[in-house]
């Protein structure tokens, strides 16, 4: 045998022992650290409750605007929810949608954190409210309102898909979120985060493409329709605007960008589908030429929308056309360069749009500089033209935030730019 061999024990003494222990590898100078470690956790309880509205046409006819049913309350020991549907509307400015509210009966802290999520059950799965993507915070006995929760013209024009059997089916989903539990654990070994970043290189990015998250999204990515509106070559559907300019449009960009036309195309027994036509009275051709710009726009364009184009009427078509990238990026913008004079403005449109999140944060601002908006123009006009509105707003400000600081929260600086 080779082992006593001299020179093959000068070869081994450059190879390093792999039999060795890892605690034993210490490095000469360098200390052995002490390591501890502990983990943070939220609490959470989820419920899901389900209420089906059987012959809803004629519910209808019997509920005007304003009157309302009630469901059974649902919850547990420590939390009571109850749904609350206007089948009309609350009011008349929700009049032609259904409203939806949850009330919250008994819940053992003073503030409640909450995801919600309303849905309207049909024949092709469950439609989400726009609501659901917002993380609610808010006073114990408090309402969670989705005013114009879901378009009646929708629900009527296709029957069998949103009311089977004439029966529409709501559903609320809610994740409460507790408190914050924080424990020390045993050494902590890197091996999950190690496997997680592995998993990210192999997929290519840790971050989720949104992209995927709607099947119609990647319908017009990739098409390179960003010329088809203006040439209007091989359309096969036109949209009038009230002072009658025409834009021809194609049926298969406006159903994947917007849920008013893929409900409304879907059904080949209306007048629209078969004239291949629609016309909108109340919305003027400036208006929609931004929202059909919007709908043919593809990811890869930059193309933000423009200060001048965020008005009232805006918001209500992308409202009724129930277009939801159009909404988010709504949402980003008037969250930004947010002014005494402009928030009453915005606090209106967040509220149309049901923004929840971005409305509270409008709130607090008008509440932090009360006195400067009270004497505002818009603040002014909304008091005369929309009188319910401007007392609700000045009620919402002063219930949640009725000392507000001199200084803007951290919440507030995340999402508004003050001029």
Request: one cysteine or more.
């Amino acid at each position: 045998m080779d082992g006593n061999n001299p020179q093959n024990q000068e070869q081994n003494q450059d190879i390093p022992n792999t039999s060795r222990s890892p605690v034993q590898r210490v490095p000469s100078g360098r200390a052995p650290s002490i390591v501890s470690s502990c983990s943070t956790r939220m609490t959470q309880r989820n419920f899901s409750n389900y209420w089906s509205v059987e012959t809803f046409t004629v519910q209808l006819e019997l509920h005007q605007h304003g009157e309302y049913m009630l469901a059974p309350k649902f919850g547990d020991s420590d939390y009571e929810f109850v749904m609350k549907l206007f089948p009309n509307g609350k009011d008349e400015d929700t009049a032609g949608y259904l409203s939806l509210f949850l009330l919250i009966n008994k819940c053992p802290n003073p503030r409640l954190r909450f995801r919600v999520s309303f849905t309207v059950e049909t024949a092709d799965g469950s439609r989400s409210c726009h609501l659901n993507k917002n993380l609610v915070t808010i006073n114990r006995s408090g309402i969670v309102t989705a005013s114009k929760f879901f378009s009646l013209d929708i629900i009527k024009s296709s029957p069998g898909v949103y009311t089977p059997n004439d029966v529409l089916t709501i559903g609320c989903q809610l994740t409460i979120f507790g408190e914050s539990l924080t424990w020390t654990t045993n050494q902590f070994s890197p091996y999950s985060r190690k496997l997680n970043k592995s998993m990210a290189s192999i997929c290519g990015s840790a971050t989720p493409d949104r992209s995927s998250s709607r099947i119609s999204s990647s319908t017009y990515e990739g098409i390179g329709f960003h010329d088809a509106l203006d040439t209007g070559a091989f359309s096969d559907f036109t949209v009038v605007a009230s002072c009658g300019r025409e834009f021809p449009t194609h049926m298969v960009v406006l159903s994947a960008r917007s849920d008013y036309f893929r409900a409304l195309l879907r059904n080949e027994n209306t007048l629209e589908f078969t004239s291949k036509r629609v016309k909108f009275e109340d919305i003027s051709a400036g208006t929609l030429e931004v929202v059909l710009r919007h709908l043919y726009k593809i990811k890869t364009e930059i193309s933000p929308l423009e200060e001048e184009h965020l008005t009232r009427e805006l918001v209500s078509a992308v409202d009724r056309l129930m277009i939801p990238t159009m909404r988010d990026e709504i949402a980003d913008m008037i969250g930004r360069n947010v002014t005494a004079e402009n928030v009453v403005t915005r606090i209106s449109m967040a509220d149309e749009l049901n923004l929840q999140d971005t409305y509270h944060c409008l709130l607090e601002l008008f509440a932090t500089h009360k006195k400067e908006v009270l004497q505002s123009a818009p603040y002014i006009e909304m008091k005369e033209v929309n009188p319910k509105l401007a007392l609700k707003i000045v009620e919402d400000a002063w219930s949640s935030y009725d000392d507000p600081v001199g200084t803007l929260d951290r919440r507030i600086i995340d999402r508004i730019t003050i001029n």
